[in-house]
């Protein structure tokens, strides 16, 4: 099967839901042929602007669109949406509660050879503190392509984090309907349970491939919504299996763990292990040696699983 | 302008003045200084310019004026109390806790408010935007926004000033309130954004240079904007920081800081004095 990237997904999303919604309109900064907003920008021309590179500029241009009715989209790679346009973000779109969609292209150390500066795994922390803002990470094309449409419907502010790599689809188009808060069980377990986000769903399901092999059985749990998240779910996979881990492509500090950690340690306390990038920046290199120099793998979670399966009461 | 109207403007001037000056000095903070240098620049725009309705403040074919420099929130709710769209006992609550009046304006909070400001630098893209959503949906109003002469320091400013001109908005007329005084000192001294006509003119805007105190120059300019065609104004208005009030004008010590009971007790002596001249003028 053809391997489709999100951010490829995000753009055909964009250029389809734009046909109904006539308020949508696409900001870029300068990076639309990887953002893919350039589909957008092909069929919807006068409903697409540049804002050259400028994201401070992309983000307040977008929020001033908004007041006035517009759904804008404002587009660039997450490591510029979230971080160098961060005040932008807070004060211009997240105090005023603007109708504002940040598409953010190209997170995590999967971009591969651009490197440190350009791969974001501070993006899920910095956004999520941000009141009232929704912040989604979809895993695959079918998947994003919901997120678009949460991120239409939904009237707020929104973050959809996406990826670089293609990936496998997990989903068959058509067949997921996607509720804002909510997770998808992939399969209910009872030893152990993993929730992932993002790339690292796809690690998660060869992971429990591997535990059951072992005759270990595995909760397993899509997360596209990190915030809100779903408290309910999270619950439920910690009375079922009596431990947790959780698998991202972003700092451990503050991420989508910390996300499960504060639900459960306020709840329901189990043991929790989290596979992510351990407080540190990222590295050249082709994506899928970089991903194993961070031990992004499914390998590592099956480690962390049976880790964290010793600790349980 | 007729003498008539000039002198009512005036006089609504002096009210917008006492305003800022009893809103700070109950709050105990606040910032005078950048509020009474923008004075005849909101009084003209919400008096006599924007098409703007206190009863049907959400109107979509409104004119919009986004506040930059958010600091000046005192001028801009006493414009708003003064146009009704607040009420002027409201004003009395301004930065106190159980208030909608936040140190630096909340759209969600105060109607006629429309963009949350105070983070600098970032009014003049939303201001691009609703320009641009107006090209967009076909519709005539205009869009102003006023813009500090220290917050141009902002790189963000010529990330917009860029933007304005790229997509042709002619829709939009910025004004600088071109005091020459921020927190630290002259402007010149702290970092120097001159020569401000040239950059903007280089960055192309149309750029018209008045005394942004004097009523008759302030509409010359505004109507001009209007006349302009395929590119963004400015209007770079020479003004006073502190202006109206003796002890205040041109003293960098009262950007942000409040006038104590005293203090305001004297600038409200000198700014009553000043409506009784109007008045006298018949």
């Known amino acids: ?313 | 302008m007729d003498k008539a109207k000039e002198k009512e403007l005036k006089k609504i001037a002096t009210e917008i003045r006492k305003s800022i000056i009893i809103q700070t000095a109950e709050a105990g903070s606040g910032h005078p200084g950048g509020s009474l240098s923008g004075v005849e620049i909101l009084t003209y725009l919400y008096f006599v310019e924007m098409k703007i309705d206190p009863k049907n403040p959400k109107d979509p074919d409104r004119d919009r004026f986004v506040l930059s420099k958010g600091h000046a929130s005192p001028l801009l709710y006493a414009v708003l109390a003064e146009k009704g769209f607040i009420s002027k006992e409201e004003l009395k609550g301004f930065r106190q806790i159980y208030s909608n009046l936040q140190g630096h304006p909340d759209m969600k909070k105060v109607p006629g408010v429309e963009m949350s400001t105070g983070s600098l630098g970032q009014g003049l893209s939303v201001a691009n935007g609703m320009a641009l959503a107006a090209k967009l949906d076909k519709k005539d109003y205009r869009v102003y926004v006023l813009l500090g002469d220290g917050e141009i320091q902002e790189g963000q400013i010529w990330e917009a000033a860029m933007t304005a001109a790229h997509y042709k908005l002619d829709n939009l007329t910025a004004f600088l309130d071109h005091n020459g005084l921020q927190i630290d000192g002259k402007i010149t001294e702290v970092m120097s954004p001159e020569p401000v006509d040239e950059k903007f003119k280089a960055f192309g805007w149309h750029v018209i240079k008045i005394d942004g105190h004097d009523f008759n120059q302030i509409e010359g300019a505004v109507n001009e904007a209007k006349t302009v065609k395929g590119k963004p104004t400015i209007i770079i208005a020479e003004t006073v920081k502190g202006k109206g009030v003796s002890f205040m004008e041109n003293e960098v010590g009262w950007h942000g800081t409040a006038p104590n009971k005293e203090q305001a007790q004297k600038a409200l002596e000198e700014l009553q004095k000043q409506y009784e001249a109007l008045e006298v003028q018949g």
């Open chain 1, 1 to 313: 099967m053809a391997k489709i990237a999100t951010r490829e997904a995000y753009g055909q999303a964009l250029a389809e839901f734009g046909e109904i919604y006539k308020d949508i309109v696409v900001l870029d900064a300068d990076l639309s042929k990887s953002t893919r907003t350039e589909i957008f920008k092909k069929k919807f021309p006068d409903r697409f602007f540049n804002i050259g590179i400028a994201e401070q500029d992309l983000m307040a241009t977008a929020a001033g669109l908004a007041t006035c009715g517009k759904i804008p989209f404002a587009s660039t790679f997450a490591v510029f949406a979230a971080g160098r346009a961060y005040d932008q973000v807070r004060n211009s779109i997240g105090y005023p509660h603007l109708n504002v969609k940040i598409g953010a292209s190209h997170a995590g150390v999967s971009i591969g050879e651009d490197g440190a500066s350009h791969q974001m795994l501070e993006d899920i922390a910095l956004m999520r503190v941000i009141p009232g803002m929704v912040v989604l990470s979809p895993s695959d094309a079918v998947s994003t392509h919901e997120c678009v449409r949460l991120a239409i419907e939904h009237e707020g502010p929104v973050y959809i984090r996406l990826g670089r790599l293609g990936v496998e689809e997990i989903y068959k188009k058509g067949e997921l309907k996607l509720e804002l808060g909510k997770g998808i069980v992939l399969q209910k377990g009872t030893d152990v349970g993993i929730l992932a986000t993002g790339l690292m769903v796809h690690e998660a399901i060869k992971a429990a491939k591997m535990l059951q092999e072992e005759g270990i059985s595995v909760y397993l749990v899509d997360m596209p919504c990190i915030k809100p998240i779903d408290v309910d779910l999270i619950l439920d996979v910690a009375k079922t299996t009596g431990c947790i881990v959780t698998a991202e492509e972003h700092n451990v500090i503050g991420g989508f763990g910390s996300a499960v950690a504060e639900v459960l340690i306020q709840n329901y306390p189990v043991p929790v292990k989290m596979v992510g990038v351990n407080d540190e920046f990222g590295r050249s290199g082709k994506p899928e040696d970089v991903l194993k120099y961070y031990k992004l793998t499914a390998e590592e979670i099956v480690n962390k699983a049976k880790e964290v399966m010793k600790l349980k009461k």
